[in-house]
């Protein structure tokens, strides 16, 4: 099979305008960025159509080393409706340069179910993150020259809790001692970077509604405390406004298409193991305005991005999806059985059975959210029609609807039975109202503690004594209604990333809690999740090369 440069080089797009057009968007909403791209102005969007779209959901079980390919089954399901005849647009969130340089090298799809112009999806696209970077590190400026010309006032601040961040993988940039060199230098004060994922510029982009709201998220971020021990926002800085701006582009969905020419809005960022998981709002209600099905996807396994986009996003944005995509391989079944490297490719039915503990515990998560769950099977080379069948009978006694997905190498046309699915359980079997995990009138230790014995099934959760010193400031700021936003390895139900399978009876350990008040959630960091990332040993950027003009090693 061709690799994915080839295939996304081969493919004949259409202007965006065209592809703008199978969408009823009129010209004047389209701002072109080049021949292929386009951000989309918040007028298309539409509270009537909303209602009538039928958004689906595609989450996973828990990801290994193998990876899952989500990305490439919201892409294929779309497709597949396509080809069905139902208009259909998937709708994803954009890649952080951080992993295509590190660990992924590419996150658009991949094989035949790709969106594309890839490269530049890939790169800089259209500036999203390099605005988002921007407004975070602007706040910072503006924040550190208050402290430096406030420091022997009663106006001076107590504490600073803000953080700079940058799109790369960095790991000498976690901690960080800013200031040096002498007084008009600035003030020395211990700092750090996150990645731009991680900013909760990125999260109240993401959750927003429109321009105002934007700007009210903004003005609400805590940045620090003022020397009563009161929280000090950016409003009190002044600077609301000028942040907003540096967003007023980047708030607008981005407008692509896939390898069949059907469109694809990419909007937003934030990594599910330490931010939200989910693209914006704002994208998935303009999808929904444009579209019958609308696909998207949360990051990781659902007991990460899908219970985020729950309990958070849908929740905030008064949305909820018809039904549940959950992606898995016979692969990825077989490492949560202790298989590793090559043996996951070989049959193994009692390997294949011991693994599916795993998935169990994801489609009984997600049904416990009143979800509908198709499980989509990618299909590879090497798999076997009898651990196939197998699977079939084993997520139909489940009470799961199943598909096979080829749309990795056939395209539209591998994900008909996948599409059907889609339609069949959302005719006649639509999820139930969303039974969400916590009630935002309990406190953040219940939330954290709800979401620790219902979805990971832990036994008990254990607050470090710095938990302990933001538990009291979060209660006495009255910020108890907040939702909670767990980061944690992706890999595993515990916090321990190499404990696979579905375990039972560990301990959640909350080493930190993070309040952003603009986002509008509390973030609990558990176990050693880094909110910037590290490089591999070999980074994907040791394959990536120019070769007559033409781009190599993304994907």
Not at 320 to 327: I, W, Y
Not at 444 to 461: F, G, L, P, Q
Request: aromatic share 6%.
């Amino acid at each position: 099979m061709k690799s994915d440069n080839e295939i996304s080089r081969e493919a004949k797009l259409k202007p965006i305008q065209e592809i703008a057009n199978g969408l009823n968007i009129s010209e004047e909403n389209v701002i072109p960025y080049g021949k292929t791209k386009a951000k989309i102005d918040l007028k298309v969007l539409n509270p009537e159509k909303i209602k009538q779209s039928n958004l689906i959901l595609v989450s996973a079980i828990s990801p290994t080393k193998a990876g899952v390919g989500k990305t490439v089954t919201t892409v294929s399901a779309a497709l597949g409706l396509n080809k069905i005849g139902k208009k259909s647009i998937s709708v994803t969130r954009e890649p952080s340069l951080g992993p295509v340089f590190g660990m992924k090298g590419g996150a658009a799809g991949g094989g035949y179910a790709q969106v594309l112009p890839m490269e530049d999806i890939n790169l800089h696209f259209t500036g999203d993150f390099h605005a988002i970077t921007s407004a975070n590190n602007t706040i910072a400026a503006l924040l550190d020259n208050y402290q430096y010309n406030n420091i022997n006032t009663d106006k001076a601040l107590k504490q600073i809790v803000w953080k700079r961040v940058l799109d790369v993988n960095d790991r000498s940039l976690r901690f960080v001692t800013t200031g040096l060199g002498g007084r008009t230098n600035g003030l020395p004060q211990e700092a750090g970077f996150d990645i731009t994922p991680a900013s909760e510029i990125m999260a109240a982009l993401c959750l927003s509604e429109n321009l105002d709201d934007l700007q009210e998220r903004i003005e609400k971020i805590t940045l620090g405390y003022k020397l009563d021990n009161s929280p000090f926002t950016v409003k009190d800085l002044g600077v609301g406004g000028a942040i907003t701006l540096l967003l007023k582009d980047a708030i607008m969905p981005n407008l692509v298409q896939t390898t069949e020419n059907t469109p694809a809005f990419i909007h937003g960022g934030p990594f599910a193991n330490i931010a939200h998981g989910c693209n914006s709002v704002i994208a998935t209600k303009m999808s929904m305005s444009c579209a019958e099905y609308v696909v998207t996807e949360a990051g990781f396994g659902s007991d990460l991005g899908a219970e985020k986009f729950l309990d958070i996003k849908c929740r905030t944005a008064g949305i909820q999806p018809k039904a549940t995509v959950l992606v898995a391989t016979t692969q990825s079944i077989k490492m949560h059985a202790g298989l590793d490297g090559d043996d996951t490719k070989k049959p193994n039915m009692e390997a294949l059975k011991a693994g599916l503990v795993n998935m169990q515990r994801h489609i009984e998560n997600m049904q416990g959210f009143g979800q509908s769950i198709i499980v989509s099977l990618n299909k590879f080379y090497f798999d076997v029609q009898e651990e196939i069948d197998f699977l079939r009978t084993w997520c139909e006694e489940k009470g799961c609807a199943y598909a096979v997905n080829e749309g990795f190498v056939k395209g539209g046309e591998g994900a008909v039975e996948l599409a059907k699915k889609i339609v069949e359980v959302t005719e006649n079997n639509p999820s139930k109202p969303i039974q969400f995990t916590y009630e935002t009138t309990d406190s953040i230790e219940t939330k954290i503690e709800k979401i620790a014995t219902k979805i990971y099934r832990a036994d008990k959760v254990e607050f470090s004594s710095k938990c302990k010193t933001v538990l009291s400031r979060i209660k006495k700021n009255n910020l108890e209604n907040l939702p909670v936003c767990i980061a944690k390895t992706q890999y595993s139900f515990t916090d321990n990333a190499d404990v696979y399978g579905a375990p039972t009876g560990h301990t959640l350990h909350v080493q930190d809690l993070v309040i952003n008040t603009g986002a509008g959630f509390v973030i609990a960091v558990c176990g050693d999740i880094m909110r910037m990332p590290g490089l591999p040993k070999v980074p994907a950027a040791n394959g990536m090369k120019f070769t007559n003009g033409i781009i190599e090693g993304l994907s």
